[in-house]
């Protein structure tokens, strides 16, 4: 059984940064893949990025790749998002997500365990 908490969300301006942290409770934290996704109102859950166990690889979906970085510290039971250029497109409850078994997944249904959740305002 593992726990996360998102926290770090906010109101920001457009073209400003924001930094999600994801804390995870439980033991094997380095046994999880890791992801992040967001959902706006009206729309569904998508795909942010993905972290490998270990942190060695990552991946974005494509259009956030040159503006988001996901990284994890095994060490402290925690991923991060860091956002950078933000626009407001990028309004949405962000969530991390747990996945035990198999390789890094960009769908949902992969995932075993999810968070509650943090909202991130950009405004214009």
């Known amino acids: 059984q593992v726990q996360l908490i998102e926290s770090g969300g906010g109101l920001v301006q457009a073209g400003g940064s924001l930094r999600l942290s994801c804390a995870a409770s439980g033991r094997s934290f380095s046994a999880y893949n890791m992801g992040w996704f967001r959902q706006a109102p009206g729309k569904e859950r998508e795909f942010v990025a993905h972290?490998?166990?270990?942190?060695?690889?990552?991946n974005y979906a494509d259009s956030l790749e040159d503006r988001f970085a996901m990284s994890r510290d095994n060490a402290k039971n925690t991923v991060y998002l860091q956002m950078n250029s933000l626009k407001p497109e990028d309004t949405a409850v962000y969530y991390c997500?747990?996945?035990?078994?198999?390789?890094?997944?960009?769908?949902?249904?992969?995932?075993?365990?999810w968070g509650q959740g943090t909202q991130v305002t950009v405004s214009s």
């Open positions: 972290i490998t166990r270990s942190g060695d690889s990552t």
């Open positions: 997500a747990a996945a035990r078994y198999g390789a890094p997944s960009i769908y949902t249904r992969s995932y075993d365990y």
